[in-house]
């Protein structure tokens, strides 16, 4: 069982930057692949960035190449998602998951999710 926590999120400027955590429980989080995945309203929630259980490989949507940074911290058992240039359609629920395996981490099917934290960019 793993359970997840987000923060970081909140209300920024156009160009602005954040960083999102996800804080989580239990003592296997090193052998899980860990993601972040955003619903804005009235869209279908969508695949933002991934990373493998040991950090190695990073995947990220198109939307968010070369503007968002996912990175993991084992010993503090978070997963990390820095936002720079953010743009008003980045305005999204973001979520952190967690999944045993890295295809359906992707995916977005099954494995454990957070409460969820806002993102609002301002135009």
């Known amino acids: 069982q793993v359970q997840l926590v987000e923060s970081g999120g909140g209300l920024v400027q156009a160009g602005g930057s954040l960083r999102l955590s996800c804080a989580a429980s239990g003592r296997t989080f090193s052998t899980y692949a860990m993601g972040w995945f955003r619903q804005a309203p009235g869209k279908e929630r969508e695949f933002v960035a991934g990373i493998s259980w040991s950090g190695g490989r990073v995947y990220y949507a198109d939307s968010v190449k070369g503007r968002f940074s996912i990175s993991r911290d084992g010993a503090k058992n978070t997963v990390y998602l820095q936002m720079n240039s953010l743009k008003p359609e980045d305005t999204a629920v973001y979520y952190c998951?967690?999944?045993?395996?890295?295809?359906?981490?992707?995916?977005?099917?099954?494995?454990?999710w957070g409460q969820g934290t806002q993102v609002t960019v301002s135009s």
């Open positions: 998951k967690a999944d045993a395996a890295i295809a359906t981490m992707l995916d977005g099917r099954g494995g454990y």
